[in-house]
C-alpha cells in the first residue's frame, strides 16, 4: 500500500505532483547542461587536437566527447519516466533508465577502444607534436569542465536520488583527473621524451576501462535487483520499530529508475481487525516514507503473530482431480 506521500529532504509534498515527475524533471535539467558544459570543453579540444596532433589530447577528447553523448539516452529515460504509468507498463517506466545506463557503458567502451588504438598506433607512426602550449591549455580546460560537471551531476543526482547521475557525476570527476594527465604528457614531449604522448594516450584508455567496469558492476546490480549494503537492514529496523508490529516475515526492495520500491511482510497481534491492521500498515509505510527519501512505493502485506511469512500462505503438496502432486503459494 503507500499513503501517497512523497519525502524529501524538506518534508513532504501533497497534491497532484507526483513526486517522480518532479525528481525527473530536474534530472532533465541537469542531463542537459551537463551536455552543453561537456560538449563546449570537448569543442575546444578538438581544436587544439586538429592543429597539435597530440594523441593523448585526442584520447581525452573521444573520452569528453563520449561521456557527453551518454546525456541524450539518460534524457530520454527520463522524459519517458514523465508518461507514467499504464495497464501495460504497470510500474511506469522507472527501467528505461538502466536500458540507458547500458548503452553509457557501451559508449564508454567504444571510447576506450578507440583511445586505445590511435594511442597504439602512435607508437608505430610517430609524428611531431606541436603548440605545446595550447595542448597543456586543453588539458586544464578539460580537468575544469569535468570537475564543474562533476560537481554539478553528484549534486542533483543526490536530491532527487538518481544512482545513474550520482555515478556519472564521479564518472566526470575521474575525467577531470585524466585530462591533466595530458598536461604530464605535454610537458615530457617538452622534455624531449616524444612517446610520453602515446603513453598517456594509453593510460587513459586504460582509465576509462576501470571507469567501465565499475559503472557496469553498479548497473548490472541494479538490473539484478540488487540495492546498496544496509537497504534491507534499514528497512527491517524502521518497520520493526513502528507500534503494534510484533515482527516481521520477508523484507524486499529494489530500485526501479531513481525511486526504491519496498514489499515488507508485517506480523501483528491477530486479534487486530482488518481496520487495525490496516492502520498498522499505514504506519509502517509512512515510517519507511520518512526513512528514505525516495521510496516511490511500499507494499506492507499484514500476517497474523502466531504465523508471520509467506511459509504459512502456502498449501501443502496435494493432488485432485488426477493432477500430479503439487502445491499452491
Request: glycine share 8%.
Given at each position: 500500500m503507500s499513503d501517497g506521500h512523497g519525502h524529501g529532504h524538506h518534508g513532504h509534498t501533497h497534491g497532484a505532483i507526483d513526486p517522480s515527475i518532479a525528481a525527473s524533471e530536474r534530472g532533465m535539467w541537469a542531463v542537459k547542461w551537463s551536455f552543453v558544459a561537456l560538449m563546449a570543453t570537448a569543442a575546444i579540444q578538438v581544436v587544439v587536437v586538429f592543429f597539435s596532433g597530440s594523441v593523448a589530447l585526442l584520447s581525452d577528447t573521444i573520452?569528453?566527447?563520449?561521456?557527453?553523448?551518454?546525456?541524450?539516452?539518460?534524457?530520454?529515460?527520463?522524459?519517458?519516466?514523465?508518461?507514467g504509468a499504464s495497464r501495460r507498463f504497470s510500474f511506469g517506466y522507472g527501467r528505461v533508465e538502466d536500458v540507458a545506463g547500458v548503452i553509457v557503458v557501451l559508449v564508454i567502451l567504444f571510447s576506450a577502444v578507440v583511445a586505445g588504438w590511435q594511442s597504439v598506433n602512435r607508437f608505430f607512426d610517430?609524428?611531431?607534436?606541436?603548440?605545446?602550449?595550447a595542448v597543456a591549455a586543453a588539458s586544464v580546460i578539460g580537468f575544469v569542465g569535468?570537475?564543474?560537471?562533476?560537481?554539478?551531476?553528484?549534486?542533483?543526482?543526490?536530491?532527487?536520488?538518481?544512482?545513474a547521475l550520482v555515478a556519472d557525476g564521479y564518472h566526470a570527476r575521474t575525467d577531470g583527473w585524466t585530462s591533466l594527465a595530458v598536461l604530464a604528457g605535454a610537458i615530457g614531449v617538452w622534455l624531449g621524451y616524444p612517446l610520453a604522448d602515446p603513453v598517456i594516450g594509453l593510460?587513459?584508455?586504460?582509465?576509462?576501462?576501470?571507469?567501465?567496469?565499475?559503472?557496469?558492476?553498479?548497473?548490472?546490480?541494479?538490473?539484478?535487483?540488487?540495492?546498496?549494503?544496509?537497504?534491507?537492514?534499514?528497512?527491517?529496523h524502521t518497520a520493526s520499530h513502528v507500534c503494534g508490529v510484533r515482527g516481521l516475515g520477508e523484507v524486499r526492495a529494489r530500485w526501479i529508475g531513481h525511486?526504491?520500491?519496498?514489499?515488507?511482510?508485517?506480523?501483528?497481534?491477530?486479534?487486530?481487525?482488518?481496520?487495525?491492521?490496516?492502520?498498522?500498515?499505514?504506519?509502517?509505510?509512512?515510517?519507511?516514507?520518512?526513512?528514505?527519501?525516495?521510496?516511490?512505493?511500499?507494499?506492507?502485506h499484514i500476517d497474523p503473530a502466531?504465523?508471520?511469512?509467506?511459509?504459512?500462505?502456502?498449501?501443502?503438496?496435494?493432488?485432485?482431480?488426477?493432477?500430479?502432486?503439487?502445491?499452491?503459494?
Open positions: 573520452h569528453n566527447i563520449g561521456d557527453a553523448a551518454t546525456a541524450v539516452p539518460l534524457w530520454i529515460a527520463f522524459a519517458l519516466t514523465r508518461l610517430p609524428q611531431t607534436i606541436g603548440f605545446l602550449w569535468n570537475e564543474a560537471v562533476a560537481v554539478f551531476r553528484i549534486r542533483v543526482g543526490r536530491s532527487i536520488g538518481s544512482a593510460l587513459i584508455a586504460a582509465a576509462i576501462l576501470v571507469i567501465l567496469w565499475q559503472s557496469g558492476k553498479a548497473l548490472f546490480t541494479r538490473l539484478l535487483d540488487g540495492v546498496e549494503p544496509g537497504v534491507i537492514e534499514e528497512v527491517e525511486r526504491l520500491h519496498a514489499e515488507v511482510n508485517v506480523a501483528v497481534n491477530p486479534k487486530l481487525s482488518v481496520e487495525e491492521g490496516h492502520e498498522v500498515a499505514r504506519e509502517v509505510n509512512h515510517a519507511l516514507m520518512h526513512s528514505f527519501d525516495f521510496l516511490g512505493r511500499a507494499v506492507i502466531r504465523e508471520p511469512g509467506e511459509s504459512h500462505h502456502r498449501i501443502e503438496a496435494h493432488s485432485h482431480d488426477g493432477l500430479p502432486l503439487h502445491s499452491h503459494p
